[in-house]
């Protein structure tokens, strides 16, 4: 077993970012695939950003208010407020190393919001760059949806992000 997957452990693979929004993810013979180590742990922070605070019984401080803005105004004001949501609420995930996580809004239109999240996994070597997509769908919810992970290479030096 990896440092990694000591670490983060194993989590059933969902459709976060697909067209099976939060659908287990199910193999050619029937099985659940399952993710671990740090791309668990990326699973479990877009969750956490997906679910609404204090709805899981079980755990009243897991989720945020992200889905809050996603018909909002794209105004100063309403992209710093989400930002600071986003932040908050990675910083506080327990795989993040505190204070790691950073937020940019990117695109702000009436079809949903993109945002450059920056975050450092514990143990891991490099920071992780997510672009994320906040965006309303036809039966008035709302998902929350990785659309892109680039992997920083650790190397000050290379800008091939």
């Not at 659940?32 to 755990?59: C, F, K, N, P």
Request: with cysteine.
């Amino acid at each position: 077993m990896t440092t990694a997957a000591r670490l983060f452990g194993a989590d059933i693979m969902i459709g976060l970012g697909s067209g099976d929004f939060l659908a287990a993810s199910v193999a050619a013979n029937g099985e659940l695939l399952l993710v671990s180590g740090e791309q668990a742990a990326l699973q479990q922070i877009g969750l956490r950003l997906y679910t609404m605070h204090g709805t899981l019984w079980y755990d009243v401080e897991f989720g945020s208010f992200v889905l809050h803005w996603i018909k909002e105004e794209s105004e100063p004001l309403s992209r710093e407020a989400l930002c600071q949501e986003v932040e908050t609420r990675v910083n506080d995930d327990p795989h993040v190393v505190p204070g790691s996580a950073s937020c940019a809004v990117t695109d702000w239109d009436e079809t949903g919001v993109v945002l450059l999240l920056t975050l450092e996994l514990i143990g891991a070597a490099h920071p992780y760059n997510l672009i994320l997509r906040l965006a309303p769908s036809g039966d008035e919810a709302a998902t929350v949806e990785v659309i892109l992970e680039v992997v920083a290479s650790g190397d000050p030096d290379d800008t091939s992000l």
